[in-house]
């Protein structure tokens, strides 16, 4: 057994430290098993928590390889004394767990450490296809920060909750991402991402939920939850920036060989046509929409009153009803809700307005490039497995959809033969300083490449007469 590195005072703690040492041991065969099955013993710059909470000291880079990582227990202060919101706003936090509050506490917890094992589980097979060195440190990095977050709640659990927490505990290694009969608890996390432009778009997009749902708790009541939220908030962006940065590169190449084509068809190229990679858009964005919940949630209104769970700027929404969709036979229709029930469908329109600002820098680019695409966030309706629009056929743009309604939805999304297409560019490249066909080098970007492209065909002045 090895020593849990942690800032929690574990070594004070010897009956917790004897039950994590014990969890421990079976993590690491859930690992063997779940986790990716090579490279483990290969050199890698990776990032592991120091224990410090000031700056940027919280972190080192050191070479080590995957099998030397160890999953350690961290915290970070939060800054309050009190409990900032809800019916109990301004009382003491909570060192111990509630009587009134322990199912909804254990809910949330025990979801939230599903979620990160599901993410190994998911995008295991990633290895194989690995466009380069650096991808294959960046995976593996997402791989180890995942398992650290579940352990963060594993911590909680044991610690807090006794043998339910234990059971809820073990429970965690014992649902496996797609299976049938013990599936991970959000279907979301049933999904494999098993190219790495569905990999991107996780990072990109499910990662950005899981930074609103942590941040959300970052000012909880239960002040362990509270400090955990608040050092995994430290190592949440870095798995985002994987994402966004991915996604960019594959948007320079695509965009690089449609140029050179003077067409979309650039499979034979080795590229990813830019109008597929808006399908895969349509596709994860609306699975990832149903990971904030249901828009209108008694959980929702009694994590807030219990002054556990709070969205970002709650105070901005506080005097002014929310309009959301609510089911009405086979349509639906608008009701306005107070805003501690629709805390949910706050949280997913903040991230919406998010994510659309960042897709509209890239189309900025993509317009001087003159590819003739403009990539767009489809709509919350479109295409939903959760929520009042669930299994109902809206477009992307929100509006009912008419005779063929199902053959309109399929057609914005990802058919069987061009998912092969993807799968059959996903080649290793792992000579040094190489990349796969499909993604520009490290460091592409857009906006370069656009400034590139424009110098090149730009009117040349000659000399004056």
């Not at 807090?160 to 234990?166: A, K, L, Q, R, S």
């Not at 040094?432 to 080098?441: D, H, K, L, T, Y």
């Amino acid at each position: 057994m090895n020593a849990i590195p942690n800032n929690i005072g574990l070594e004070a703690k010897a009956p917790l430290a004897r039950q994590l040492g014990a969890y421990q041991q079976q993590f690491r065969r859930w690992w063997a098993l779940r986790g990716p099955g090579e490279f483990l013993d290969q050199p890698m710059q990776l990032r592991q928590p120091t224990g410090q909470v000031q700056g940027n000291g919280w972190a080192e880079y050191r070479t080590m390889t995957p099998n030397q990582y160890c999953w350690g227990l961290f915290t970070a202060p939060t800054g309050q004394d009190t409990i900032a919101f809800g019916q109990h706003r301004g009382a003491p936090l909570w060192e111990s767990v509630p009587a009134e509050y322990r199912v909804l506490l254990l809910e949330h917890i025990r979801v939230q450490g599903d979620v990160e094992n599901a993410a190994i589980e998911q995008s295991r097979t990633l290895t194989g296809s690995v466009p380069s060195q650096l991808e294959l440190n960046n995976l593996f990095q997402f791989y180890l920060e995942e398992g650290r977050h579940t352990w963060a709640m594993v911590h909680l659990l044991i610690e807090y909750f006794g043998h339910d927490g234990t059971v809820e505990a073990e429970a965690l290694l014992e649902r496996v991402s797609g299976d049938a009969h013990q599936p991970r608890l959000l279907d979301a996390f049933n999904l494999q991402t098993d190219d790495w432009l569905s990999h991107f778009m996780w990072c990109f997009l499910a990662d950005r939920v899981g930074k609103y749902q942590i941040q959300a708790v970052t000012q909880c009541a239960f002040a362990p939850l509270a400090r955990s939220a608040k050092f995994m908030m430290f190592e949440e962006p870095l798995h985002i920036g994987f994402g966004a940065a991915g996604l960019e590169r594959i948007l320079c190449r695509s965009a690089e060989a449609t140029l050179r084509a003077d067409s979309h068809d650039i499979f034979d190229a080795g590229a990813i046509p830019l109008p597929l990679f808006q399908k895969y858009l349509n596709f994860w964005v609306s699975r990832i929409f149903d990971l904030f919940g249901n828009d209108s949630s008694r959980r929702a209104h009694d994590l807030y009153q219990g002054g556990i769970r709070i969205a970002r700027h709650f105070d901005d929404y506080q005097h002014m009803p929310v309009t959301l969709d609510v089911r009405a036979g086979a349509g639906v229709r608008q009701e306005e809700v107070a805003p501690e029930w629709a805390m949910n469908a706050i949280m997913r329109r903040q991230y919406m307005a998010e994510v659309a600002k960042l897709i509209e820098r890239w189309n900025v680019q993509l317009a001087r490039l003159e590819t003739g695409i403009a990539l767009y966030l489809p709509h919350e309706r479109f295409n939903r497995v959760f929520g009042p629009c669930k299994g109902l056929l809206y477009d992307v743009d929100g509006s009912a959809l008419g005779p063929d309604a199902a053959a309109q939805v399929g057609a914005r999304l990802p058919t069987a033969a061009e998912l092969a297409r993807v799968q059959a560019l996903m080649r290793r490249e792992l000579r040094p300083e190489r990349f796969a066909s499909w993604i520009a080098p490290a460091g592409a970007t857009l906006t370069a490449l656009a400034d590139a492209f424009i110098a090149e065909h730009s009117p040349k002045c000659g000399p004056r007469a």
